[in-house]
């Protein structure tokens, strides 16, 4: 299965559902905003979106800085 993520190709083994994608890739549980294929999902959402062939992922990460 192909995705996008962040405009670069990305192979997967199956579908997952957001929480478990962002989990594989390493991303924190806090401080991220996901869209699929340009919809901002909410994160009450994640664990019922999957994220199946070909979509467009979208994930940006809160940074500090001063």
Same mark, same amino acid.
């Not at 989990?23 to 390493?26: D, K, M, P």
């Not at 294929?37 to 909410?42: E, I, L, Q």
């Given at each position: 299965?192909? =995705?996008? =993520?962040?405009?670069?190709?990305r192979a997967l083994d199956h579908a997952l559902n957001v929480?478990?994608?962002l989990?594989?890739?390493?991303y924190p549980d806090r401080?991220?905003?996901v869209a699929v294929?340009?919809?901002?999902?909410?994160k009450a959402s994640?664990?019922?979106t999957i994220v199946?062939?070909?979509?467009? =992922?979208?994930i940006v990460t809160?940074?500090?800085g001063g």
């Open positions: 299965m192909q =995705i996008t =993520i962040n405009g670069r190709p929480t478990e994608l989990s594989q890739l390493g401080g991220v905003a294929d340009g919809v901002v999902v909410a994640w664990p019922s199946t062939d070909s979509r467009e =992922i979208e809160a940074v500090q």
